[in-house]
């Protein structure tokens, strides 16, 4: 069942209460694949993209460390052209508290990372922050600048001996004009190799999702499998429609 709560772990944040005003808890949160998968396809989405970063020329069981921002067409250790998607960039938010109300990268040289197959336990390739080498709690933004995106899918993972106190993940949605429209708070999981799936699905386009990592100590986290579903066409926001389900995707 999709679900669109205040998290209650946000009374760690005074600046989270931003998600109070126009448009808040319009978002809907899944934690399961193939019901987000459904409500996008089943409400008129189509899946446009799919960031896994499996592409990426990184050495298993290797850390690349690189600066913000990732971006397609930016060069990065073992992305020599960035990522792949045109429409999506990664960053760090050092802002220190879960839902914050605007993007805040830093310009710390190591303040992301794409690691290799096989690293502390990851099965995959996939994007952290590394901002806990600064002494820094951070979250990671993943903004979308096509405008159309109006469901947008994730996995985030922790790692075996960095997840010290790790209570779960805050992750916060906004609109195009970065006005919050929901959070949600997802229950820890197991570090690498497990992960943990958050889908956002929304009636308006999305410009931004903020992914905060609760822990005691500044600890990294990453995130993989970004899937990014548009509308047909930028005209039916609000039409309902029968799509086809995504075949063959890739799972871990």
Not at 110 to 139: H, P, R
Not at 204 to 210: A, E, H, L, Q, S
């Amino acid at each position: 069942m999709p679900r669109s709560i205040i998290a209650p772990a946000l009374f760690l944040c005074p600046l989270a209460l931003v998600v109070a005003h126009a448009h808040a808890d319009i978002a809907q949160f899944y934690t399961d694949p193939l019901q987000f998968q459904n409500q996008a396809s089943g409400s008129g989405k189509n899946m446009k993209g799919l960031e896994d970063f499996e592409y990426a020329n990184v050495p298993p069981q290797a850390k690349l460390p690189f600066p913000n921002s990732l971006q397609n067409g930016v060069p990065a250790p073992g992305l020599p052209a960035g990522i792949n998607s045109d429409n999506l960039i990664i960053q760090t938010n050092i802002t220190p508290t879960p839902c914050p109300a605007t993007t805040n990268p830093s310009n710390n040289q190591n303040a992301l990372w794409i690691n290799g197959a096989g690293f502390i336990g990851s099965n995959s390739i996939k994007v952290g922050t590394d901002e806990f080498l600064y002494n820094l709690f951070s979250s990671l933004d993943l903004i979308f600048t096509s405008g159309d995106k109006t469901a947008i899918g994730l996995e985030v993972s922790t790692y075996a001996g960095f997840a010290q106190g790790h209570q779960g993940f805050i992750v916060c949605a906004y609109d195009t004009n970065n006005v919050p429209i929901g959070n949600f708070l997802l229950p820890a999981a197991a570090p690498e190799p497990n992960k943990n799936f958050i889908g956002v699905w929304s009636p308006v386009p999305i410009g931004r999702v903020n992914v905060w990592g609760i822990f005691d100590v500044p600890q990294p986290f990453a995130v993989d499998d970004i899937q990014m579903w548009t509308v047909p066409s930028p005209g039916v926001l609000g039409a309902f429609g029968l799509a086809g389900m995504i075949a063959g995707r890739r799972r871990r």
